[in-house]
């Protein structure tokens, strides 16, 4: 195997984590997302079409893209620690939770990286202000209602540490290091999953 | 168990098909998203914060809402016949291609949705019609790429039918029928598998 990847980007991170919380070690080659390398005829005719990382490469040369993706196969072939649950209601749970951090947490967090970064400005076709506005806003609104709910539940789908929280971190360092979109220390609840989560190895490592 | 829903909704729809192509029977209740009884203080209180359906209740009165955390909690208590894969690679496979349905497809339909739709107007801030017209290219653009893909396959994922496959139909159908937006028919692999799958019995009763 071979994880095509550009560590620090937030859903290449999502894997690496991964990785290290369950000790797998793959081979990795980076591919400079900065240098629009995801984008070559090579990159989006071998490996992935969508022309995105991560991907990963198996031995018999196909390809798996897409990091939630990556996990579930990797999962499938090293089950212990689960990260997606094992009971079924726990399977259920941390599905959810995860689908809740990529739809109300990652996806505006998205609009205000596309529609309000200069950093993207150059790539895409058109920026208007009033979506990474409206955007901004219900980012803050969800990191009120992360902290309720983390105010009942030691982590994001119940008591066990799972993908919807590895999700959640990377989404949050990327709002805050890259958008300007830190939670409020105030909220404490949030806060402290934040610090917990963030203060395991694997978080800070990748 | 007891599913709240709103029959032929898109979302909803996934999970009725899921339960008819696995013969699984649950008792539901309807919620009429067209006059926001899913935005009720009672059904966000105690149903599902997100002001959504579907969403799964358990006998002990806890909730799963976001389809596809029902489907996997359902295929955790019934496995055959698999609608997620089996072997490790078909399970990254059934994922990648649901999330890419989910993300290059579903998502743009979205968009066209809430900012082309006069359906939409009166619950959208402000609609865009260059943002409409952007996810319009982007949907037309999708297909072709998915008539590529069904040169080659017979179902999205693999030789077998998935969850993929059902996201795509219920996604394919909500854009042909409410948003303007069918398939060529000249693309006739996508055409040969929409045929197929929308006139397996799970997709006409639902």
Redesign the interface.
């Known amino acids: 195997m071979k994880l095509y990847t550009y560590p620090g980007a937030p859903h290449p991170r999502r894997v690496h984590i991964y990785l290290a919380e369950k000790g797998i070690e793959i081979p990795f080659e980076q591919i400079d997302i900065m240098q629009r390398e995801n984008k070559s005829p090579a990159f989006i005719g071998e490996v992935n079409?969508?022309g995105a990382v991560p991907a990963?490469e198996?031995d018999d040369g196909?390809h798996?893209?897409?990091s939630?993706?990556?996990c579930?196969?990797l999962e499938?072939?090293y089950p212990e620690p689960s990260m997606f649950g094992s009971?079924?209601?726990e399977?259920?749970?941390v599905?959810?939770w995860l689908?809740?951090i990529e739809l109300?947490l990652m996806m505006p967090v998205g609009m205000v990286w596309a529609h309000g970064s200069p950093l993207t400005k150059a790539v895409v076709?058109?920026q208007?202000p009033?979506?990474a506005e409206?955007n901004r806003q219900m980012v803050n609104k969800y990191f009120e209602?992360l902290d309720r709910r983390l105010a009942q539940s030691e982590y994001l789908a119940g008591p066990n540490y799972s993908m919807a929280d590895i999700t959640a971190l990377c989404t949050m360092d990327f709002a805050a290091n890259l958008n300007g979109l830190p939670h409020d220390k105030g909220q404490v609840h949030l806060s402290r999953w934040y610090d917990a989560v963030s203060g395991r190895p694997s978080a800070k490592e990748q």
């Open positions: 079409a969508m990963l198996l196909s798996i893209a897409e939630i993706a990556i579930r196969y499938a072939l009971a079924p209601e399977i259920g749970a599905e959810m689908r809740r109300y076709k058109e208007i009033s979506v409206l209602f």
